[in-house]
């Protein structure tokens, strides 16, 4: 519960993120968390996915900007665990109204592969050294 550790993305674009369990339960300045950084991936993905669906469908956008609030707390019989990811967008889309900027962003919601990988199954490869 006290432990503190780092994270780099092998892209060499992020370095040493410090990460810590008081981030996830009381918030600590200067610390993320996995599920912050699932949130980022998630709102990323679903923006290409929505930029992409909008372009194929000949009104591409001018601005997409999306925000993901992953929920994180106590899971029942023990433990932790992810309990939902609430995505937000708001667009700028020329020659589209709301219905159809919905349903693009329904069909993005399943079209992203994020969104599709919480729901897979999982495997760990453990390796002492």
Sequence with gaps: MS???NTTGSSGTFK???LGWKARTEGAAGFTTPEELLAAAHASCFSMALSHGLAKSGKPP???ETTATVEFGPK?????EVKSSALEVKGT??????AAFQKAA?????GCPISG???I?????ATLT
């Design 62 to 64: 001018r601005r997409i």
């Design 93 to 98: 889309v020329p020659g589209i109204d709301q």
């Design 106 to 110: 329904d069909e993005a919601k399943t």
């Design 16 to 18: 040493a993120l410090n």
């Design 76 to 80: 029942a019989g023990g433990g932790f």
């Design 121 to 125: 199954p999982m495997s760990v490869k």
């Design 3 to 5: 432990g503190k550790g």
């Design 117 to 119: 990988a919480l729901k």
